[in-house]
């Protein structure tokens, strides 16, 4: 069982829809092609990497586009072989005048049920306030979220660029606002900030995940203290080689956080710049890592226990994971 819990839908768009879309509205193709513009080369930084996240916003610009990337992405996904997909999308980023925020929800949910209607997968949606929007704007994102949980929205985020915008007294309003509506809650975290910066975000907002958290292998006493409050860290090996997280995929602590008894979950943050969907970061953690058949289960459960789904929806991943035991093979 494949549970995807930390992937962008900006991070989703197909270089041939980018193309198409661009052609539609008469835009040029950049030299190089779509590919070029929206792909990394190589790692390099978290701010070159959300440079190229940036270069799919233009194409987020009115319903149909928006709701034709989302059913792509869960279309995507459950080609992978994907059971459950929650996508963040930060909604701020694409309101312009003639296209307000309830339209930009309203959008991404029915792109999500029609790709999941179409494919048969479960997919949730993860709300994303930015830490470059002022309190006001993501004050409105939170109350936005809680006005659609009823059509698919599942959770909460703050996501953007940590290592410039690292205070997070200011995203506290926000994250009250999801919390009181029963909306799951995670935030990125430690990416690019010291591991303790992932305590900070349990303690500011009660998030019961965490983003990426690779600063915690250099931080025993706030990683033991994520650990015995049961907190999931949402493991994005390939993402965190490409911002400069980690030297090294071979690097990457995930392997490290199962030896501490951490909770870990797989994502593939944002598969069309990095090149790796879910499948090829499953692949990482068993070829690279040294995750065992036994190991990657246990992520899968943790992930199912973890992950923001309907009661119903979980029971019945829990049914299957128990016929798929390593134990009854």
């Not at 949730?124 to 704007?137: K, S």
């Not at 070829?287 to 973890?306: H, N």
Request: glycine share 8%; with cysteine; proline share 4%.
């Amino acid at each position: 069982m494949k549970l995807n819990l930390h992937s962008h839908l900006e991070g989703r768009l197909r270089p041939a829809t980018a193309a198409a879309l661009a052609a539609e509205a008469g835009v040029p193709a950049p030299e190089g092609g779509w590919e070029h513009a929206l792909q990394l080369d190589g790692p390099a930084n978290l701010t070159a990497y959300l440079v190229k996240v940036a270069a799919t916003y233009p194409f987020f610009r009115s319903p149909a586009h928006v709701a034709r990337i989302a059913c792509e992405a869960v279309e995507d996904a459950a080609a992978d072989g994907t059971d459950y997909l929650e996508l963040r999308f930060g909604p701020a980023t694409h309101v312009h005048m003639g296209f307000n925020m309830d339209d930009v929800m309203s959008a991404v949910c029915d792109g999500i049920a029609e790709g999941t209607r179409r494919t048969g997968i479960s997919a949730g949606v993860v709300i994303a306030a930015l830490r470059h929007h002022d309190e006001e704007t993501n004050i409105g994102v939170a109350r936005a979220a809680t006005r659609f949980a009823s059509r698919g929205i599942a959770g909460f985020d703050l996501a953007g660029d940590e290592s410039k915008f690292h205070d997070l007294a200011q995203y506290e309003k926000p994250f009250a606002i999801a919390r009181a509506a029963g909306l799951g809650l995670t935030c990125h975290a430690a990416e690019a900030q010291p591991g303790v910066a992932a305590r900070e975000a349990v303690e500011r907002f009660g998030v019961s995940r965490i983003g990426h958290g690779a600063h915690l292998a250099e931080d025993s006493d706030s990683l033991r203290w994520v650990r015995d409050h049961g907190v999931a860290v949402e493991c994005c090996p390939t993402s965190n080689w490409y911002t400069g997280a980690i030297a090294r995929r071979a690097d990457h602590p995930a392997r490290y956080f199962r030896e501490q008894e951490l909770k870990i979950v797989l994502g593939d943050d944002n598969p069309v710049q990095t090149k790796s969907l879910l499948s090829n970061e499953r692949r990482v953690l068993a070829e690279e890592l040294g995750f065992s058949e036994k190991d990657l289960f246990a992520l899968d459960r943790t992930s199912v226990e973890v992950a923001f789904l309907e009661d119903a929806v979980r029971q019945k991943f829990l049914s299957r994971l128990s016929e798929e035991s390593p134990a009854k093979a």
